[in-house]
């Protein structure tokens, strides 16, 4: 699009050059295409009055001050001379210097320079007139401004958008103007243009981004304003460019590849299983965009859950963006860190625009170690002292993980040895170990060993064993007292009394009784196996009476220097004795041990304490030293209460320490500790972590918890062993235990760990939690039920989380009595840390009330107290009912057999959703079969819900098997939650249908081609169109549904019929050659269901087969159909179609006549599910030379007569000529002769034309007279010879009547108006050129002498073409008894004419007419008259003209023939026959004799057949057939039978008088006898004489001066004198005696001229009557012609007229009356 601006400013006149003798101005348009149009056109070159130029100069960059010249070149194209005067421009602007006269010759040009001097700024107009001799040219001058234009594109089409999202395109501006430009645009949301405005140079263009955003899901289109110009704010210079864009809403879909099967009824999850601790597992899941637009989404994890541990869940993607269709995979990665911990975590999937949240479920479960011993105790019995046993346990690994594990003993330190001290067991592998017990003091040992698990809990080993010695040999301990010994250690700890006297005097040690304190409120760990104390579970849990304080020594500042004599350094360690018995210790000495405690061995007495001292004497310099002391204590002496088995305790204390010199470097560490982090899960008993340090180097190491002031561990945490030495290669598994605190909610401590007692530390941070189980509702603490029916129930769904880092239990309470009106599922269950639970809560009310519920949610963790929520439920309950919309559902006509959809609408009124039971129970009906088909309406959903204050649509299908009336009653029953009804069935609605079977009917007919002249009656008997009908709207018989649609069935050429109903269509007769026999019938639907129709010839019902399996036999039959189809004698279009109700279809079947003979073809006329008939098609074929009668029917029924009938009624019988020869008949009398004396010699039967000719394509009428002698049904079987052929014999049938014993109306003629009722036409047919409004006129029963008019509209149908019509009317014994006005008339393209019919009967008569109007176009006629012209001019010229020397004239000259000879009888071959058609093989026999052995002078015949140029032909008319139905009766008998009718019809007294006249032979006034008489030129005189005589008379002015003072006088009122008929006939007329027929006829014509002297009675004062007949005829067709075209409304209201008063009215009547 290319948007200009002119400037304002001064013009010159002139606009583009053009034609004219006088000089005129014309501008040019502003069109937006105005400047290239301009440029194009001023370039170009225009020719006109043989002169070529331009039509325009135009100037466009000029500056104020400056001359522009341009030339105007003017060339000669004509072949002469010509002079121009030229006449310059006007304004002193354009100027030129040029000749006034200019001479050009052909060829030549002339150049003529014009100069442009501008003034001020503005646009100039002038022109250059050229003057020939034949007008003048004018050459346009035209100086422009320099314009602001714009080229922007008129439309611009952004790509598809989701809502809340944005896309992108540009549009190119460009400035094409020569002038700088600026910009700015107005644009409203959603669309954005980017830059708003700028600058533009001449030439330049630049790109404006176009952004969408749209905020809702439609199509938008807006127009975006472009303001441009020197300042784009002014508003005169603006273009628009229209901006369209479409928003859709986003849509995007979570899928787990993993599972085919996707759940819709919750969130998307994606499992990882079991994952072992340390390692990971990555697995993905897809995110899938099924919308057209693409959508930028973003992943992120729920908040507001529990993130102690952090997320084991890592997600590669966070955010992009989905094209339309398209799919991204997610990787997740599970790296679980703590074992037996399920994690669960929520991904969201939001993007901008969503309807709805889109979340996934992570969940994953970490999997530790499993590790057990083969055995608990180890019971090495009795070893002597100095000796070793050796014994071993195995380690068993049933998981999938490598378990590390580390024995929490000093073997080189102690009496018990276990190798390997640490290592890993493969997953589901087992390692032995072996334990050594090496005594080295005659006593009973007992050690638990704690073997440390990676991730896991620690194992506790049991070593016992009893050393003798020579001297000493104490008791043997075995493993069945350490079972009584904790049966008995249980029973003290639950003594009362015993823990007091335990917990006497124990004021020093304050500090661990706190410990004690707190350990008797905490639940037994697996850790604590046999204690309830929380002591240190890896030295030695069973050692309730001895404490050593501290249990850890540090020797980390031995320093050593050549002046001291000893290195040794010692530290006290504080030993007491909690029991009140004497006991015994004795430490466990080890040679070439770097650490000795002094005393080894002393007594305790109870309740004290005493100290040891501990030396490190190291033997070595610069290196690392660490170990465990072991010390068992026991009983000396046995106490006198309650004493406990005498069993020993172990006790021990970690040393550490180094030998470096104060310059010597310490070891430089290499170690591995895994994980940094430690988390305690939140529990409020004792819990425990694993940590591993691995030693990597070359060296050992020492490790110990660095005690800074400024991170001091609390109490509550404690870290074993807190120091300690580790070979190289090897590990050491330290264990951190917490016991939180309430107030301590979260503590966060970094451990630093010091290595090789120097600088080195690793930095080991410990997070402990004390946190309560914390649960929330996701939606809220309150729940609202939607209204509820009584008895029903109602669900809806809520969500609880667990906030906490601990799994949770929960558990629902409801109350007994409100458990029967709510329940939730699941009402209990587990869940994981940071895990929703969706809740379902049910509602079933009892009653109609609002209800209020407060149930309440327990839950705890394993090791905590119960917390409690309290949920708010409301809900209330109605009495819901539901009803129908109908209460009767009439599903109206349902076609029998197929399968209807039937949608019943049910409606609940109630605020609450109603759940139902449907029951169906059918209602017999009197015309349905005594077998009950309760399968027929089959409703698809009998239970179901429907919502509040809406519709449910209730689908059912409807299958009727049988014609007939069907009712079904619906009951409902409203559920209850159990699924049972409330109350008894209630009545819903009453569901009806009507089974029917489609039905056709014909309901027109009409012909064309060879049968076009054929009525429509005698084409009505043709097809049987009657019987037709009456099957076709009858109900079928079973076998005929055996097919329910058209189906190839059959084998063979001839296939099985299961119908029984065979119907004749006869397509009458046609000489060889003829154009073919056209019927059309129109078929209507006059049921309320579509009908599916399809005609079936053999070949469509026929099998294919493939060709082994043709046998190749066919029978005649077989043939001769074979040869019907293949040459398409018979045609039917369309063949199949489908007719909804009340719809057409006009149906064309077509017979050719090609073969001579009778064709026949059997066609199945096939109505889906329903009718199938079998119609015979029959055609004949007539040679030329053979006379032929064509008959429809054999048999012809005649109109019941009355018996005693005076003068009984002409009846007609038609024969029709098919041939193309005259056809002489005969009657033969002899039959009726003798049928004659068979009835007392009373001529029943008689024929008035007995015999006669019947020409070619044409009927002849035989009149007959039926007089039944008695009231019965006569059938008399009449030979009728043919000339040259058998007689044939027909059969008449009549019935006589009584008329005193029968109603006055005849039951023939009801039947008669009856039949013609549906042959009515009621539609044009296709290619009809005019249209009768009625085609069909019954008179019914009329008296003789009387006329009846019936007044009718023929229309033409073309909207383009006039048409011509003429009408052909029948005579009747040579006196013509219908008149038709007009007889011949012109219609134009849609017009309508007034058509009169007028009837007049003289004799008693059936009446059955035929007549033809001939419609033509207008063109055809003017064709052929053209064409006629030429023919009778080269008639005239060959006749008139001649050439001597052309000896071959009489070869190449045409023979001009007015028309083809006759047929003549001799050899088949005729001088003027046209070639015959091309026939197929399978009738070259047939026609083999029309070739064969031509003789040369039948070869020359035939070249001088071409030659022959034959008379145009008139065209072709269209005949338009219109049937004329009456029955005349004589006066006395219309009068008997019809009394109340005589009185309504008018007796033409002229035409009885005509015809007494005639009968008596008597002279009739000149006049009459004058008009009536006179006949050709004689009329046409008497017309001109009478016309000039009236006009003379119209031109008088005082004949027109008397006619209007005659028609101001009032008519004088004379009433008519009363004539009733009843008064002349006889009162009691006596019926007539049948003598010899003349009594009769003599009374009838005495009372007829009685009837008639009454009704002629004339008045001279009046009128004559048949001239006020006429007058009120055309009357009345002047208003039928003027409410046919619209001008007259025959419905309107009549206008009042307010009249004089009488008195005034009065007095100006006698005042003119006067003058």
């Known amino acids: 699009m290319l948007a200009e601006v002119q400037s304002p400013g001064c013009s010159t006149s002139s606009g583009p050059w053009k034609l004219s003798n006088t000089r005129t101005e014309v501008k040019e348009p502003l069109l937006p295409d105005r400047k290239r149009s301009r440029r194009k056109s001023s370039g170009q070159k225009n020719c006109f009055l043989g002169l070529e130029t331009r039509p325009e100069l135009l100037w466009e960059d000029w500056v104020l001050g400056r001359e522009y010249t341009k030339t105007l070149v003017l060339k000669n194209i004509r072949d002469k001379l010509q002079k121009l005067h030229i006449r310059g421009p006007e304004s002193m602007f354009f100027s030129t210097v040029n000749p006034e006269t200019v001479v050009l010759c052909p060829g030549t040009s002339f150049s003529l320079l014009v100069t442009f001097r501008p003034f001020q700024r503005c646009e100039y107009k002038d022109s250059i007139q050229f003057q020939a001799k034949e007008g003048s040219i004018q050459v346009c001058l035209h100086a422009v401004l320099p314009s602001h234009a714009l080229k922007v594109p008129e439309t611009v089409m952004l790509p598809l958008c989701a809502v809340q999202h944005s896309t992108q395109t540009s549009l190119p501006l460009k400035n094409v103007s020569k002038v700088l430009l600026s910009f ?7 669309f954005q243009l980017i830059p708003e405005q700028g600058l533009l140079k001449p030439g330049q263009e630049c790109l404006i981004a176009v952004d969408f955003q749209p905020l809702e899901a439609q199509v938008f289109q807006q127009q975006a304003h472009c303001r441009f110009g020197e300042d784009g704010d002014k508003a005169d210079r603006c273009c628009t460019v229209l901006l369209q864009g479409i928003a859709k809403y986003p849509y995007l879909q979570l899928r787990n590849p993993s599972k085919k099967e996707r759940n819709s009824h919750g969130d998307p999850e994606l499992h990882f299983g079991s994952v072992p601790v340390g390692q990971s597992l990555s697995t993905h899941f897809e995110i899938f965009n099924p919308s057209p637009v693409n959508v930028s989404f973003s992943l992120s994890r729920l908040s507001g859950g529990a993130d102690m541990f952090g997320s084991d869940f890592r997600c590669d993607v966070t955010s992009g963006k ?120 005659p006593m009973a040992h007992h050690r638990r060993v704690a073997c440390l698990i990676l991730h896991r809990e620690p194992l506790f080993l049991d070593l016992i064993g009893t050393c003798h010695s020579d001297c000493q040999q104490p008791a043997i301990l075995k493993p069945e007292h350490l079972a009584v010994y904790k049966h008995q250690w249980c029973r003290l700890q639950n003594s009362p009394d015993s823990v007091c006297d335990l917990q006497r005097d124990q004021n020093t040690l304050l500090n661990q009784q706190e410990e004690l304190n707190s350990a008797s409120v905490i639940s037994v760990t697996p850790m604590e196996k046999f204690n309830k104390i929380s002591m240190d579970p890896l030295s030695f849990p069973s050692l309730p009476f ?106 021990t204390v970690r040393v550490i320490g180094h030998s470096f010199q104060p310059d010597k470097e310490h070891f430089t560490p290499s170690c591995i500790l895994k994980p940094h982090q430690v988390v305690l899960p939140t529990l409020s008993g004792i819990s425990c972590q694993t940590v591993l340090l691995q030693n990597d180097g070359d060296h050992p190491l020492t490790f110990c918890l660095n005690h800074r002031p400024d991170n001091a561990l609390p109490k509550s945490v404690h870290i074993l062993p807190a120091c300690g030495l580790i070979q190289p290669g090897n590990h050491q598994i330290i264990t951190i235990r917490a016991v939180p605190t309430e107030d301590s909610h979260k503590q966060l401590f970094n451990l630093p760990l010091q290595l090789n007692a120097a600088k080195f530390t690793k930095e080991l941070t410990v997070v402990s939690v004390f946190e309560k189980p914390r649960v929330s509702f996701e939606n809220g603490s309150r729940l609202y039920f939607h209204p509820t029916a009584v008895g029903s129930k109602t669900q809806r769904t809520h969500s609880i989380r667990n906030l906490s880092c601990v799994p949770v239990k929960f558990q629902w ?181 009507q089974g029917v079977f489609p039905t056709l009917q014909v309901i027109d007919a009409c012909c064309g081609g060879s049968v076009a002249r054929l009525s429509k009656e005698y084409l009505w008997k043709l097809f049987s169109l009657d019987s037709l009908n009456e099957h076709l709207l009858s109900t079928p018989s079973p076998t005929e549904l055996t097919f329910k649609t058209p189906t190839k069935h059959s084998l063979h050429n001839s296939p099985s019929i299961f119908t029984k109903v065979m119907l004749d269509f006869n397509f009458g007769a046609a000489p060889l050659n003829s154009d073919p026999s056209d019927f059309i019938l129109m078929f209507c639907n006059p049921g309320s269901i579509p009908v599916d129709w399809v005609f079936l010839s053999p070949e469509d019902q026929e099998m294919e087969l493939e060709d082994w399996a043709v046998t190749g036999e066919f029978s005649s039959t077989d043939l001769h159909q074979m040869k019907v189809q293949d040459n398409q004698l018979f045609r039917v279009s369309p063949r199949s179609g489908t007719l909804l109700p009340d719809q057409k279809r006009a149906v064309s079947f077509s017979y050719s006549h090609d073969f001579i003979g009778t064709d026949r073809l059997p066609v199945v006329f096939k109505l889906n599910f329903g009718r199938e008939i079998l119609l015979n098609f029959q055609g004949v074929t007539v040679d030329r030379k053979e006379p032929y009668l064509h008959f429809a029917s054999n048999q012809h029924v005649f109109t019941s007569v009355a018996i005693g009938d005076s003068s009984p009624p002409r009846q007609m019988y038609e024969l029709y000529n098919g041939g193309a020869v005259p056809v002489y008949y005969e009657v033969d009398q002899a039959m009726l002769s003798q049928l004659q004396m068979d009835n007392y010699n009373h001529p029943v039967l008689s024929c008035l034309s007995p015999q006669g000719d019947v020409f070619p394509g044409t009927k002849a009428t035989l009149e007959w007279i039926f007089s039944p002698l008695e009231a019965k049904m006569y059938h008399m079987d009449v030979p009728i010879q043919i000339q040259e052929r058998d007689s044939v014999i027909i059969k008449f049938v009549g019935c006589g009547f009584d008329a ?109 007419l035929d007549l033809i109007c001939q419609v033509t176009h207008e063109a055809a006629l003017v064709e052929n008259h053209n064409a006629l012209q030429r023919w009778e001019a080269e008639k005239k010229r060959q006749q008139d003209e001649f050439i001597i020397t052309d000896r071959s004239a009489s070869d190449s000259q045409r023979v001009l023939v007015d028309e083809i000879p006759p047929a003549r009888k001799g050899p088949p071959f005729r001088k003027y026959k046209t070639l015959p058609p091309i026939f197929t093989s399978s009738s070259s026999e047939a026609v083999s004799s029309l070739y064969a052995n031509k003789t040369r002078a039948e070869r020359q015949l035939q070249r001088e057949a071409a030659k022959v140029r034959r008379r145009p032909q008139p ?117 007539p005696v049948l003598v010899n027929g003349t009594v009769d006829g003599e009374r009838a014509a005495g009372c007829s001229e009685t009837i008639s002297r009454t009704q002629t009675t004339h008045w001279p004062e009046l009128a004559p009557v048949d001239v006020i007949e006429d007058i009120l005829l055309n009357t009345l067709q002047n208003i039928m012609m003027e409410a046919v075209r619209g001008e007259l409304v025959l419905t309107a209201h009549p206008p009042t007229i307010m009249l004089p008063p009488f008195s005034l009215r009065s007095g100006q009547a006698l005042a003119e009356e006067d003058q």
């Open 184 to 190: 700015k645009w107005d644009c409203a949301a959603p």
């Open 322 to 441: 989905m094209m339309p269709g398209g799919s991204q995979q997610v990787l997740v990665t599970y790296s679980p860190a703590v074992v037996d911990i399920v994690s669960v975590e929520y991904l969201f999937l939001s993007y901008r625009g969503a309807l709805s949240k889109t979340r996934i479920k992570l969940t994953g479960k970490c999997t530790g170690p499993k590790v057990c011993l083969s055995s608990s105790v180890v019971d090495f019995r009795c070893v002597e002292e100095r000796g070793s046993a050796v014994k071993t346990v195995e380690l068993l690994n049933s998981s999938p993980v490598q378990a590390i594990y580390q024995w929490n003993i000093d073997c080189r330190n102690s009496v018990f040895s276990v190798l390997p001290a640490c290592g890993t067991v493969l997953p589901h592998g087992n390692i032995k170990v072996k334990v050594l017990y090496r005594p080295k003091h």
């Open 546 to 651: 001895v404490t050593i304080e501290p249990s850890e020594l540090l020797f980390n500042h031995k320093t050593t220097s050549p002046s001291s004599t000893s290195s040794a350094v010692s530290q006290c360690v504080s030993i007491t004795n909690h029991a009140k018995g004497k006991l015994s210790l004795i430490w466990t000495v080890i040679q070439d041990s770097p650490f000795c405690v002094a005393p080894s061995s002393f007594e305790l007495a109870p309740l004290k304490s005493t100290t040891v001292r501990v030396t490190y004497e190291p033997k070595q310099v610069n290196t690392l030293h660490g170990g465990e002391l072991e010390c068992f204590a026991y009983y000396k002496d046995d106490p006198d209460t309650e004493k406990l088995p005498c069993q020993p305790w172990c006790a």
């Open 813 to 993: 309470s409801i109350s007994e009595t409100e458990q029967t009106l709510i329940f939730v599922k699941p009402d209990a269950g587990k869940l994981h840390p940071n895990e929703s639970s969706l809740q379902t809560w049910s509602f079933s009310p009892l009653a109609e009330k609002t209800y209020t519920f407060k149930p309440t949610l327990s839950f705890q963790s394993d090791d905590s107290e119960e917390l409690h929520l309290t949920l708010e439920l409301i809900g209330m309950s109605s009495t819901g009912s539901i009803e129908a919309v109908k209460e009767v559902l009439d599903v109206g006509e349902t076609l029998v057999g197929s399968c209807r959809s039937v949608e019943i609408p049910l409606v609940n009124k109630s605020p609450c959703p109603v759940s139902f039971r449907l029951s169906l129970e059918q209602m017999l009906e009197e015309n349905l079969p005594n077998s009950e088909d309760n399968s027929a309406l089959h409703l698809y959903c009998q239970m179901g819900t429907i919502a509040s204050h809406s519709t449910l649509l209730l689908q059912s299908t409807l299958r009727l098997c049988t014609q007939g009336r069907y009712r079904w009653a619906i009951r409902y029953q409203i559920l209850n939650a159990s699924g049972f009804g409330l109350c008894p069935p209630q009545k819903l609605c009453e569901v009806r249908a």
């Open 1300 to 1408: 005193s014993s029968t109603s006055s109306s005849n039951p023939i003629e009801c039947s008669v108006n009856k039949a013609l009722e549906h042959r009515v036409q009621r539609g044009p047919f296709p290619g009809q050129r005019a249209f009768l409004s009625d085609n069909s006129v019954f008179f019914g029963d009329i008296p003789v002498h009387t006329k009846s008019s019936r007044v009718l509209f023929l229309t033409s149908l073309s909207h383009v073409d006039t048409v011509y019509y003429f009408w052909e009317i029948p005579t009747q014994r040579n006196q013509q008894v219908v008149q038709i006005h007009p007889e011949r008339g012109c219609l134009g393209p849609g017009e309508c004419a007034i058509v009169v019919l007028t009837f007049m009967a003289d004799y008693p008569t059936v009446y059955q």
């Open 1515 to 1631: 065209p072709q008319p269209c005949l338009l057939h219109l049937s004329v139905t009456a029955h005349s009766h004589d006066l006395l008998d219309y009068f008997t039978r019809f009394p109340d009718q005589y009185d309504k019809h008018f007796r033409y007294l002229q035409l009885t008088r005509t015809q007494q006249t005639a009968r008596n032979s008597l002279s009739t006034s000149l006049s009459a006898e004058l008009f009536l008489s006179t006949h050709g030129a004689g009329r046409d005189i008497l017309v001109d004489v009478l016309t000039s005589l009236y006009k003379n008379l119209l031109d008088d002015k005082t004949f027109l001066e008397s006619l209007m003072a005659l028609a101001f006088r009032p008519p004088p009122y004379q009433p008519y004198p009363s004539t009733n008929p009843s008064s002349i006939l006889p009162s009691s007329p006596q019926p």
